[in-house]
C-alpha cells in the first residue's frame, strides 16, 4: 500500500513557532497583556499572518482573562481549543491552543500553552462557557489534565475507553473485531503484519 | 429540582417526582444519532444533557496518516450536507500552509459552488425543520430545489453528496460548457421559489406560535456560549467570516449580512431565509462576472508544507468551519489536523436553549441551530 512507502521521518521535538520580524509591528494587545501582566509572555511566533502567544501555565486564567476583557483585546469568542501532541520534547509534549477572536476588532490571536502529561492546567470554561465541551474532546483525545473543568468527562469516545486516541503513540487500528471473534487469527494476523515490516 | 418540590402538596395523595426521558439515539428529528437524556417535571424540560459519538470515525486520527491530497475526500464525509464547503475550507488552509495563490478563475467558482451549497444546506434545513414542527409541505417543496442544485454539482463533479470537488491549488476541472447558463436559470427558479416558501411559513399562525419566543439567547451570551454562523447571526451579533475574513473571491462580492433582533427560533429562520437570497445575489454575480484564465494555480508536484502551524477559517452553512493543520515538514502527511467543527460548537448551545421549553420545542430548537451528526462527532 502506498502508506508504506513512505519513509519513516525523524520524530519532530516541536513546533519551529519562528519568532516575528525585528521590525515588525507587534499588536497593542500583546505588548499590554505584556506590561500588565508580567510573566504572561514567554514568547511571541508571527507565521503566515497570525500571532501566537506562548503563555506559562502559571499565568494562564491571568492572561485569558485580561484578554477578554482589556478594551484593547477584547476577545469576546473562543473559536476553538485544541492540542497538539509532541513526545519527545522536554518541556512538555502537550501543546494546548486557544484560537481566540474578536468581533469587536475583528482580529485574531492563539494562545499557546505547554503542559506535561499529568500536569495540571486550569480549564478557561470560567472565561468563556464555549470551552466547556472543547476542553472535554482536548481531555477526551489527548488525556490533558484540565483543573476546576464543571463536567471533566469523555464525550466522543465512550466512557470506559482505554487511552487517549489522538496522541502520537496510540496505534493507528486496533485488534477490531477478529480479537473478540478469534484471538488466533488475531495473533496469525499481527505476528505476519509485523514479520511484513521487518522485511 | 427546586420547582418541582414548590409543587407537592403537603399531605395530598399524590406526589411529584421529575422524569427522565431518553431521546434519540434513533430519533427521527434529532437529524441523525444524537441522544438527548431529558430531565423533565410535567412537560416542561428543566434540563438536559447532550450524548454523542455514535458516528465518530477518528478523521483527525484517519487525516494524520494520509497524504495531504487523500484527506480532501475525508473532509466531504464530515458535513456530508455541505461537502463543498468542507473542501474548500481545508483546500484553503493548506495552500496558506504553502503560501500559494489561486488563480481568479477557480477563486470565482468556489464562491459560486460555496454559495450553491448553502442553499442546497439551507433548503434541508428548512425542509426537515418545518417537518419536525409539523409543516410537511414544505419539506417536498424545499427537496424538489435542493435536487436541482445536486443535479448542478453532478455536471460539473460527477457526484451529488460527497463532491470531492476541489483540489490544493484550484480546481480538479473547469466547469463544463453552458454550466454558467444553467446557474442563472436556477437562479431565476429559486427566487421565486423563496417567496413561495416564506408564504407557507412567515405568517403561518401555526409557525409563529412554535417559534416565536422560543429558545431566546442574547448576543452576548451567543458569542459567549460559542454559536456560531445563523444562530449567532439570530442573536444580533454581526459575524460573518465571509465578510470579516474573507476567503475565495467574497471580497469581490456584494452581499449584506442578514441579522437577527430578539434571538429566538424565528429569528434564526428569518436570518436564514435571508441568507437564501443573499446566497443568490452572490451567484449572480460571480456568474456573470466569472473571469477567464486557469483554473490551478503553481501546485509543487509533491506536496510538503514547511515546517509551521495555521488556522484557518470559512463560513461553511452551519457556522465557522475552522482547520488548524500542523505541518513538520518532513513527512507527506500533516502532523496534526484539527477541524473547529460548527455543529460541535451550535450544539453546546442547546442544553441552555432548551431548559425552561417544553418537550416539542426540544425538536423546533434542535432543527433551528441546524447540526449535522457526520460533523459533530467526525
Known sequence: ?199 | MEAVEAKTVRGAMFDTSELVLNMGPQHPSTHGVLRVVLRLDGETVVDAEVVMGYLHRGIEKLSENRNWTQIILLTDRMDYVAAATSNVGYCETVEKLLQIEVPRRARYIRTILCELQRIASHCLWLGTHAMDIGAMTVFLYAFRERELILDLFEEFCGARLTYNSMRIGGLPQDVPAGWDKKVLEFCNIMAEKIDEYETLLTHNRIWLERTKGIGIISGAEAAAIGLCGPALRGSGVARDVRKDEPYAAYDEMEFDVPLGTAGDTYDRYLVRMEEFRQSLRMIRQATEGLPEGPIVGKVPRLIKPAAGETYHAIESPKGELGYFIVSDGKSTNPYRFRVRPPSFCNLQALPRLVRGHLVADVVALIGSIDIVLGEVDR
Open chain 1, 1 to 199: 500500500m502506498a502508506e508504506e512507502h513512505v519513509p519513516k521521518a525523524a520524530v519532530p521535538t516541536g513546533p519551529p513557532d519562528p519568532p516575528p520580524a525585528a521590525d515588525a509591528a507587534i499588536p497593542a494587545f500583546i505588548t499590554s497583556l505584556q506590561a500588565e501582566v508580567p510573566g504572561a509572555v514567554a514568547r511571541i511566533s508571527f507565521y503566515l499572518g497570525d500571532w501566537t502567544v506562548i503563555v506559562p501555565v502559571s499565568h494562564v486564567l491571568q492572561a485569558v482573562t485580561r484578554l477578554r476583557d482589556a478594551p484593547d483585546a477584547a476577545f469576546d469568542l473562543c473559536s476553538d481549543v485544541t492540542a497538539t501532541d509532541w513526545p519527545p520534547r522536554a518541556e512538555g509534549r502537550f501543546d494546548v491552543i486557544y484560537c481566540l477572536y474578536s468581533t469587536r476588532h475583528r482580529h485574531r490571536v492563539r494562545v499557546k500553552v505547554i503542559v506535561a502529561e499529568d500536569q495540571p492546567i486550569p480549564s478557561v470554561t470560567g472565561v468563556w462557557p464555549a470551552a466547556n465541551w472543547l476542553e472535554r474532546e482536548v481531555f477526551d483525545m489527548f488525556g490533558v489534565n484540565f483543573t476546576g473543568h464543571p463536567d471533566r468527562r469523555r464525550i466522543l469516545m465512550p466512557d470506559d475507553w482505554q487511552g487517549y486516541p489522538q496522541r502520537k503513540d496510540y496505534p493507528l487500528e486496533g485488534p477490531g473485531e477478529l480479537l473478540m471473534e478469534n484471538p488466533i487469527d488475531w495473533l496469525k494476523l499481527r505476528q505476519s503484519r509485523e514479520q511484513a515490516d521487518i522485511e
